[in-house]
């Protein structure tokens, strides 16, 4: 779980109902058979503004990211939009993506 500013969530931020952003990363290569798959980063941005996300700085997380899902813009659907890993991705209130990373980019990154 990390905050809008890419950061893990403390847990002040868990209590604080002033905090309506929040981010979700479900890392691809810690799935149970060991073989890697597709990162997952889900954003929620339930607050009456846009934000923007400061994009994860974890290990697996070096390459762009794929928006498949964007509640507040239809187009993203095809996965066709990019984001590089050290941007940050603006999101409307109320809404919430989903970004994927492909596996052979997250194990590229793995420590060796």
């Not at 905090?19 to 290569?29: C, E, F, T």
């Not at 810690?30 to 890697?36: L, T």
Request: hydrophobic fraction near 40%.
């Amino acid at each position: 779980w990390f905050s809008v500013w890419g950061l893990p969530m403390q847990p002040e931020e868990w209590t604080d109902p002033k905090v309506r952003v929040i981010a979700a990363l479900i890392d691809g290569r810690f799935v149970p058979e060991g073989k890697p798959c597709d990162s997952v980063l889900l954003l929620f941005n339930s607050s009456d503004e846009d934000v923007q996300f400061t994009l994860p700085q974890v290990p697996m997380a070096k390459r762009e990211w794929r928006v498949r899902v964007d509640t507040s813009d239809d187009a993203s659907l095809a996965g066709t939009r990019r984001i590089p890993h050290e941007e940050k991705y603006e999101l409307a209130a109320h809404a919430m993506a989903v970004l994927t990373q492909r596996a052979e980019d997250a194990s590229d990154a793995m420590p060796s």
